[in-house]
């Protein structure tokens, strides 16, 4: 049993900066992938960023490549996602999730998350 707890969601203008973290509870030094998805209204829930249970592998969605940084500390069983330059395109529901498990393939599949937050708003103006 896995527990997610998102934060640090916000308004920010065109340009700005966020820092999302995921607390994780429940599975404390179990091995683990974590992922990020988002989800506009209207819109599918989509892949954003995931990170492999080391820190070894990291996977980005094409249009937040080199603004976005996923990160984890195990030690604290929290993972965190540092958006830069943000753009009003990036306003969405963000979403943490757990895939228990070392080996982490396909990590834009989101049936392949066990477990998954509440999700925090982000709205990026203009």
């Known amino acids: 049993q896995v527990q997610l707890v998102e934060s640090g969601g916000g308004l920010v203008q065109a340009g700005g900066s966020l820092r999302l973290s995921c607390a994780a509870s429940?599975?404390?030094?179990?091995?683990?992938?974590m992922g990020w998805f988002r989800q506009a209204p209207g819109k599918e829930r989509e892949f954003v960023a995931g990170?492999?249970?080391?820190?070894?592998?990291?996977y980005y969605t094409d249009s937040v490549t080199g603004r976005f940084t996923i990160s984890r500390d195990n030690a604290k069983n929290t993972g965190n996602l540092q958006m830069n330059s943000l753009k009003p395109e990036d306003t969405a529901v963000y979403y943490c999730?757990?895939?228990?498990?070392?080996?982490?393939?396909?990590?834009?599949?989101?049936?392949?998350?066990?477990?998954w937050g509440q999700g925090t708003q982000v709205t990026v103006s203009s």
């Open positions: 999730a757990v895939r228990l498990g070392t080996y982490y393939s396909q990590p834009s599949d989101r049936y392949r998350y066990q477990y």
């Open positions: 990170i492999s249970w080391t820190g070894g592998s990291t």
């Open positions: 429940g599975r404390t030094f179990s091995s683990y992938a």
